[in-house]
């Protein structure tokens, strides 16, 4: 089993940023690609980003791209969501997630139900 613990979350003004940092413990994901997803009450958990094992390949949802960067350190088991250029939009539940799945060439699947394991989620809110 994996367990993953997100932290970094908080309150921000529109343009700020913050640093959102995923810990797993339990075994080592880096076998696993890793995603960061978003929900809104009320609203699907949406994909927001993934990075493959070795962190070759990253992929981001359009709303994001440009704004967000998302890396891993493998030998301290963590995953990070940088997040720049925040606006209200952002603001959600951001939630960790780790897909044990070994795929070819480093494929990152947006979909929620592949991923096997999830952190409880860290809110990040950006004010007007």
């Known amino acids: 089993q994996v367990q993953l613990v997100e932290s970094g979350g908080g309150l921000v003004q529109t343009g700020g940023s913050l640093r959102l940092s995923c810990v797993a413990s339990?075994?080592?994901?880096?076998?696993?690609?890793m995603g960061w997803f978003r929900q809104e009450p009320g609203k699907e958990r949406d994909f927001v980003s993934g990075?493959?094992?070795?962190?070759?390949?990253?992929y981001y949802a359009d709303s994001v791209k440009g704004r967000f960067t998302i890396s891993r350190d493998n030998a301290k088991n963590t995953v990070y969501l940088q997040m720049n250029s925040l606006k209200p939009e952002d603001t959600a539940v951001y939630y960790c997630?780790?897909?044990?799945?070994?795929?070819?060439?480093?494929?990152?699947?947006?979909?929620?139900?592949?991923?096997?394991?999830w952190g409880q989620g860290t809110q990040v809110t950006v004010s007007s």
């Open positions: 997630a780790a897909d044990r799945r070994y795929t070819l060439g480093g494929r990152i699947d947006p979909l929620a139900t592949t991923y096997d394991y």
């Open positions: 339990g075994r080592t994901v880096t076998p696993y690609t």
């Open positions: 990075i493959s094992r070795h962190g070759g390949n990253t």
